[in-house]
């Protein structure tokens, strides 16, 4: 199977390029599900859940998928049967009707990809990935402040000194707290309405901001010295 999706994969990117269904939705998966076997693994999702089998999804939600598995599988029967017979009269051409088919089949797929795994896991809310954003950004900034600075060097990143998996996230609540107060790290909000990955630790971020704030400018240029050299 996987042998396979890679064929079609390839047939579709040359044949509907323009017209393949938007993954758009693959920023919502949470990062360990995105594995270069997952549109294997949601073939045989399909092919377990049209035997009855629920594996990873509960029952009603399985009963609820297994329409959706069944489109697609027939819909892959179909295209397998339509190339083949394509491949022995005129192989180097895929006219309308065989591109039709690999439409509807990227179609089904997207669909059912979508709902399988959001049965399985909490996808995220745009809320959530808009926070993300909102952290990249924040360390984008942090390391060209850092950079500016002098407290790490280009060579430093380039050559993907350990020692900044450290640096650059302490740095980076500094600069959420103090420099950039309206970022991600913004006390101003609730706990939640913070990203996940700051929200458990919002008391004790109001502890180091009100410790931050009586700091002098030189005092402060010292700490993040310091926490740069730090492990």
Known sequence: QAHLLAVLERIMEEC????????????????????????NHMLFAAECLLAGTFLEVEEADGAQLRPQARNLLCSLELVRTVLREQSLSQPSSYPE?????LVQFDRLFAEFELSYVSSLV???????????????????????????????????????????????????IISGLLI?????????????????????????????????????????SLLERSLCTAE
């Open 97 to 101: 009707p065989v591109r039709a088919v």
């Open 16 to 39: 509907i390029p323009t017209q393949r269904h938007s993954r758009d939705y693959l920023v919502k998966f949470p990062e360990e599900l995105l594995v270069d076997n997952l549109g």
């Open 122 to 172: 909490a996808v995220k809310s745009p809320e959530e990935i808009y926070r993300q954003q909102e952290i990249i950004v924040l360390f984008c900034e942090t390391v060209e402040r850092a950079l500016r600075l002098g407290y790490v060097t280009q060579e430093m990143i380039d050559g993907y000194e350990p020692l900044l998996m450290f640096t650059i996230p302490r740095l980076a």
């Open 180 to 220: 950039y107060p309206e970022g991600p790290l913004s006390l101003e909000r609730s706990p939640e309405q913070m990203s996940r990955v700051f929200s458990p630790f919002y008391n004790l971020l109001k502890k180091i901001r009100d410790l931050l704030r009586v700091l002098s400018v030189e005092e402060l």
